[in-house]
């Protein structure tokens, strides 16, 4: 189960419950996979809405890693995620707003 209090997200995967999470580590594979400059050129790419299929597949791969599981993102590519596209967009914003929100509340 996904604890907010520590930035944790839930998705469904393939009918199961799955635990998301941006760490560091999940950042910097992050920011190094899209090619991004920074954190908040990363954060400034989902916001402006101007990313791909592939960025959000990259997004939700990172953030399973990030909560501990061993998946790649062609895995996660190939399963079911619970609201299709629309379902996995809200999931990664989610994730987003868990991971950035408290960074803008910071000052």
């Known amino acids: 189960m996904a604890n907010p209090a520590r930035g944790e997200v839930e998705i469904v995967l393939d009918g199961h419950p799955h635990v998301m999470r941006l760490t560091l580590g999940a950042l910097a594979e992050l920011e190094a996979a899209l090619g991004a400059?920074?954190?908040?050129?990363?954060?400034?790419?989902?916001?402006e809405g101007s990313f791909s299929a592939a960025d959000l597949l990259r997004l939700i791969g990172a953030g399973l890693r990030g909560a501990g599981a061993s998946i790649g993102d062609?895995?996660?590519g190939a399963?079911?995620?619970?609201?299709?596209?629309?379902?996995a967009a809200r999931a990664a914003a989610r994730?987003?707003?868990?991971?950035?929100?408290p960074l803008e509340e910071m000052g």
């Open 74 to 76: 062609q895995e996660v």
């Open 95 to 101: 994730l987003l707003e868990a991971t950035f929100a």
């Open 79 to 87: 399963m079911r995620i619970e609201g299709g596209v629309h379902g």
């Open 37 to 47: 400059e920074g954190l908040v050129g990363l954060a400034r790419r989902f916001e």
